[in-house]
């Protein structure tokens, strides 16, 4: 299905945009580079047939992108896999919103697990603008189903992009029957406290032609949680916590950014695991009475505690919890063995901070919280 012009400027590519896609990826000096550091077995003569050869976006896909990350995720990672028991139907179009650790490996390890767990296409995704800081990424993230989430605009023309937004994705679930991928809220929650934000599901609302609550039970949402071991990225986040400390004014650059992604993609994280949860629309219409001003609340509070639940923790997870309270209270879920490895790996990343002003102890803290918080929030919920 075609989509309407009116979504030119946001939506994935399709398989009519291919083509040019290619020739604008491979005009480009620095993907080129990429591309061959990514494949270096392949002649690039070889690699710019086998892209040009595909006809579809999930040909490029498989082709390309899930068999280079199956070979990256062996290397840098102990396995990674899906819990989908609590969905009936995977050919039907859900809206996934989860916690987020990765934006470039979140997505993408969900897409092959969707394949591999026999759901009928793999989803969209959607990607602030903040992120596409070269052509070709932007071109790259299209090409993988990404749609853009504009987000350096004023206020009005905010509201205008979140309306025409909400529309396109309505128009995946109900006319593409396609699925989505959404994070539960702008940016990472760098300390892993993961709270799903109401923007985000009055955004995912305003796109229907009915009530809230009908707009929201079309979008077919299912709370989705991630869990990695390790991230690879919680220095670089705890080193921003000091640097805005610090300076009130600090932002990241591009090049931090860059670094971020980079991190992430190619860092060790142990083991990765996504869970589905319940369906909202098994409870939702237990909300319709809500008074208007808690219904969004109440919602968000619930996929909170349906992705609490379903957090896998590991045990350095508990060794954070315990290192950071002082106590022993979670030391039936970690052996001393994995509690002095948990203390290592700890040590090794705060090495990696290099700032003036480096406030050890600080540091040290956010990491802890950062790997302690899925703990505190999945015992909220016991």
Not at 27 to 49: H, N, R, V
Request: with cysteine.
């Amino acid at each position: 299905m075609e989509t309407p012009a009116e979504y030119d400027d946001i939506r994935c590519y399709e398989a009519k945009d291919l083509k040019a896609t290619f020739d604008a990826l491979l005009a480009d000096e620095q993907f080129c580079g990429i591309l061959q550091q990514l494949f270096p077995e392949m002649a690039f003569e070889q690699l710019k047939a086998g892209i040009y050869s595909c006809k579809e976006v999930i040909d490029f896909q498989e082709k390309f992108i899930y068999t280079y990350i199956d070979k990256l995720m062996s290397k840098v990672s102990l396995g990674y896999d899906l819990n989908c028991e609590k969905i009936e139907n995977k050919r039907k179009a859900y809206t996934f919103i989860s916690n987020h650790r990765d934006i470039v490996l979140d997505p993408a390890l969900l897409a092959m697990l969707l394949i591999k767990n026999g759901f009928s296409t793999t989803q969209e995704i959607a990607i602030g603008d903040n992120l596409l800081i070269y052509p070709w990424i932007k071109h790259f993230v299209r090409l993988n189903k990404a749609f853009i989430v504009q987000r350096s605009l004023g206020l009005r023309e905010m509201l205008a992009a979140s309306k025409k937004m909400s529309s396109y994705m309505h128009f995946v679930i109900r006319e593409k029957q396609n699925p989505i991928w959404i994070a539960q809220r702008e940016g990472r929650a760098k300390d892993s406290n993961d709270k799903t934000a109401e923007a985000v599901l009055k955004m995912v609302a305003m796109g229907g032609t009915g009530t809230p609550l009908g707009n929201l039970k079309e979008m077919n949402i299912v709370p989705m949680s991630l869990s990695y071991e390790y991230d690879p990225c919680d220095y670089l986040k705890a080193q921003e916590f000091q640097l805005k400390r610090d300076n009130a004014d600090f932002k990241k650059s591009k090049q931090d950014d860059l670094l971020n992604m980079q991190t992430g993609i190619f860092g060790f994280k142990g083991h990765v695991h996504f869970a589905m949860g319940t369906p909202i629309n098994d409870w939702l219409d237990e909300l319709e009475d809500a008074p208007k001003g808690e219904f969004f609340g109440e919602i968000a509070l619930r996929m909170d505690r349906e992705i609490y639940r379903n957090y896998r923790l590991f045990p350095g997870n508990y060794v954070a919890a315990d290192l950071l309270r002082g106590n022993a209270d979670h030391a039936s879920h970690y052996s001393a063995d994995e509690k002095n490895h948990f203390e290592k790996y700890l040590s090794g990343q705060l090495a990696k901070i290099i700032i003036p002003n480096k406030d050890e102890a600080f540091l040290r803290e956010r990491i802890l919280e950062m790997y302690a918080n899925p703990v505190f929030n999945h015992e909220s919920v016991l």
